[in-house]
Every structure is written in C-alpha cells, then in structure tokens.
Nanobody
Framework: QVQLVESGGGLVQAGGSLKLSCAAS????????MRWYRQAPGKERELVAL???????DTADSVKGRFTISRDNAKNTVYLQMNSLKPEDTAVYYC??????????????????WGQGTQVTVSS
C-alpha cells in the first residue's frame, strides 16, 4: 500500500515561515500530480497548490507570491514553502497524490491517496 506522511506544521507568528513536507512510502512506480489542500474550521477543504510530474505548478490566488510548491520525484516527496504567513492561513494542511502507480505485493495498482494532515497555526 501507499502512505503519505506529512511533517513541518506548527505554530508561527504572522509574517513568519514554515516548510511542509509530504513523503509517499511504498513501492511506487510513478505519481501524477501532487497537491496541497487546507481546511480551516467551519470551512470547506480548498486547493492551495498543485505540481505536475513535469514540474509545472498552479497556486491559489490567496497564497500566490507567498507559498511555493516543489517536489522531488526520486524521493516521492512534495514540499510547501510558506512565507509571509497570515492568521487566515491557519488550517489543517493535507497533501494528496494523484494517480499513484504502485506495487501491492501481488500486482500493480493505481490509486489516489491523502495524507493525515498537519496543523498550521498563525498567531497575530
């Protein structure tokens, strides 16, 4: 199976920075898009940033110019560098791996996977 493990969340003051990491484990042959979502209390989960296998990216307008997504295909890891953090960035951040081709132990399979989430809290 495939697991996504996030790290790097925490408490930071407004204007500060954090870097989130999400590593996919398992016998993985390829991953299509990798994404970061976030969900604030009482709000719907929203897409923050996306990076395609080839490296092109899309970023939500609310974080453009402050957040940067990157990935290391050799390590099956995606990162989110968050600068100039604001209190409204407070949320649980989730990583997502799209169209993962992996070995189950018996055969190849394809699936999409979510991380468990990591809390980011920005104080004013």
């Amino acid at each position: 199976q495939v697991q996504l493990v996030e790290s790097g969340g925490g408490l930071v003051q407004a204007g500060g920075s954090l870097k989130l990491s999400c590593a996919a484990s398992g016998t993985i042959y390829s991953i299509n898009d990798m994404r970061w979502y976030r969900q604030a209390p009482g709000k719907e989960r929203e897409l923050v940033a996306l990076i395609r296998r080839g490296g092109s990216t899309d970023t939500a307008d609310s974080v453009k110019g402050r957040f940067t997504i990157s990935r290391d295909n050799a390590k099956n890891t995606v990162y989110l560098q968050m600068n100039s953090l604001k209190p409204e960035d407070t949320a649980v951040y989730y990583c997502y791996a799209d169209t993962v081709i992996y070995w189950t132990g018996i055969n190849r399979a394809t699936g999409d996977f979510w991380g468990q989430g990591t809390q980011v809290t920005v104080s004013s």
